[in-house]
């Protein structure tokens, strides 16, 4: 029997492995962070055998709450993610499986590998409308990439969408991934008329590095990126600094940063009311397109989701506060259940990367029900 994790986003540490009913595993943090939840391994042994996995140490994990009711998911054939019997005991997660290959692989969400983001990146700029840019490198050297799709004009919204700040949250570029499929449709009238009217700009992953390094929620150097946008800087926050850049050079009418979140079994967005410019006009936005995506799609709802920040009371560090604040737009964090929408449970498959990219496709919906009132 062994256990491997030397591969794109791998993250688990072998305590012992010997015995299928007793494999003891922990979770490495982030590189220079203490942060750690995220986990993606394979598991080597015997068919048709009854194995029990231990994730040890989930007692100071970054969200422990997010092991109620959790439920791992595992792959024979890397494409088709299940979910698996799992017990949370405050301090342990207990995954019982028998497995039907030799070879499993198991992970906190569906993985988006590395090659997968550059297979959109590439068939994205294939689109006549969508240009490729690349805005500098990671500390990893890596590409920052930014998709650009439609054609700049004077009159045309502004509309950025940002995903993955935190790595480990794969449903975020998942969601992107449907999203772009949906906008570069040449044969999608709501495409070519939203296309009309704005122009899109889309970081499909924002942190590269740490999705290959295997991290819940930091870049190489430990920045948890979505605190890093009062202050960027190249060299500890590249990511953010070459985007927001790009962002003063083109302006934002709206954001969208796309996340996902351990706990709460909802989708939902939370938005820049603790912002000290937060205004009547910028509500009415945020409570249109909550409308529209609720009457697009049942996944959506706005009754559960983060505490309202208190007036001028938001963290500036955070995306979206900062380019609300600063573009005064429409901005939202948009939040995506690492276990399951509890409102239409899929038992199986929980929340997944099908029902991410229904969302990205439902989005566009709620952004052409804002797009004629974003200025
Ligand atoms: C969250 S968003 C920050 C909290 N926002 C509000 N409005 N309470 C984060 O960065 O901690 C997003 C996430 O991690 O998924
Ligand atoms: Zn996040």
New binding site residues.
């Given amino acids: 029997m062994r256990i491997s994790s030397n591969f794109d986003s791998g993250n688990i540490q072998v305590i012992q492995a010997s015995e299928p009913d007793n494999i003891q595993l922990r979770i490495k943090p982030d590189n220079q962070s203490d942060f750690y939840q995220w986990f993606h391994f394979k598991l080597e042994s015997q068919a048709f055998v009854s194995h029990r996995l231990t994730i040890v140490d989930l007692k100071n994990s970054a969200y422990p709450d997010g092991w109620k009711n959790y439920q791992a998911v595992a792959s024979y054939n890397r494409q088709e993610w299940f979910r698996v019997d799992c017990e949370f005991d405050g301090e342990q997660l207990v995954i019982q499986h028998t497995p039907e290959f030799e070879h499993t692989y198991f992970a906190y969400f569906a993985p988006y590998s590395y090659e997968r983001h550059l297979d959109l990146l590439a068939w994205a700029q294939q689109a006549p409308l969508c240009q490729q840019l690349c805005l500098g490198e990671t500390i990893d050297g890596r590409d920052m990439s930014l998709l650009v799709i439609g054609e700049p004009e004077k009159d045309k919204k502004v509309i950025w969408v940002t995903a993955r700040q935190?790595p480990g949250?794969t449903m975020a570029e998942w969601l992107v991934e449907g999203l772009l499929e949906r906008l570069l449709d040449e044969d999608d009238g709501l495409a070519r008329q939203l296309l009309e009217k704005a122009v899109f700009y889309v970081v499909p992953n924002m942190n590269p590095d740490g999705a290959v390094r295997g991290h819940l929620r930091t870049n190489a150097v430990g920045a948890n990126l979505?605190?890093e946008w009062a202050a960027p800087s190249m060299e500890r926050s590249p990511e953010v600094f070459l985007v927001k850049q790009m962002m003063l050079e083109t302006g934002v009418d709206l954001f969208l940063d796309v996340?996902?979140?351990e706990a709460l079994p909802y989708n939902f967005v939370?938005g820049a009311e603790g912002n000290p410019d937060y205004s009547p006009r910028i509500k009415q936005l945020e409570d249109h397109f909550k409308q529209s995506l609720m009457l697009a799609t049942p996944e959506f709802q706005d009754t559960y989701g983060?505490?309202k920040?208190a007036p001028g009371q938001a963290?500036a560090t955070?995306a979206?506060h900062a380019v609300g604040q600063t573009f005064d737009c429409l901005a939202f964090?948009l939040?995506m259940p690492f276990k399951d929408n509890i409102e239409l449970p899929d038992t199986a498959y929980g929340w997944s990367p099908a029902r991410c990219k229904q969302l990205g496709e439902d989005v566009l919906i709620a952004m052409r029900a804002v797009a004629d009132m974003l200025r």
Avoid: I
Wanted: no cysteine; proline share 6%.
């Fill in positions: 935190h949250e979505n605190r996340h996902g979140d939370a983060y505490p920040d963290n955070v979206t964090t939040e």
